[in-house]
């Protein structure tokens, strides 16, 4: 089955980081967008960064001057480097690869912000 493996959620104290890696299921510079979602209990998944082919870069609000995404072509991998973590960061964070006529999603990794 042709998905992105997510990876490094974890338990983390507010204030802390962590970072999450993307595992893409080919090479990450045939793929249009990649993208980190993230769903919290009770409500719906939202769009937390992506970057594109290019290497552009889009980020919700609430992402903004906290988190990074970036990648490493050579290892087919994006990251999302989340700093200054709050508790309602807490999620399941999703990976996406998206394109004219491709949407693969990951299982997602859990990350859990505790006060």
């Known amino acids: 089955q042709v998905q992105p493996v997510e990876s490094g959620g974890g338990l983390v104290q507010a204030g802390g980081s962590l970072r999450l890696s993307c595992a893409a299921s080919?090479?990450?510079?045939?793929?249009?967008?990649m993208g980190w979602y993230r769903q919290a209990p009770g409500k719906q998944r939202e769009l937390v960064a992506t970057?594109?082919?290019?290497?552009?870069?889009n980020y919700a609000d609430s992402a903004k001057g906290r988190f990074t995404i970036s990648r490493d072509g050579a290892k087919n991998t994006v990251y999302l480097q989340m700093n200054s973590l709050k508790p309602e960061d807490t999620a399941v964070y999703y990976c996406?690869?998206?394109?004219?006529?491709?949407?693969?999603w990951g299982q997602g990794t859990q990350v859990t912000v505790s006060s």
């Open positions: 996406r690869e998206a394109g004219p006529g491709y949407d693969y």
């Open positions: 080919r090479s990450i510079l045939s793929i249009n967008v």
């Open positions: 970057i594109s082919r290019s290497g552009i870069t």
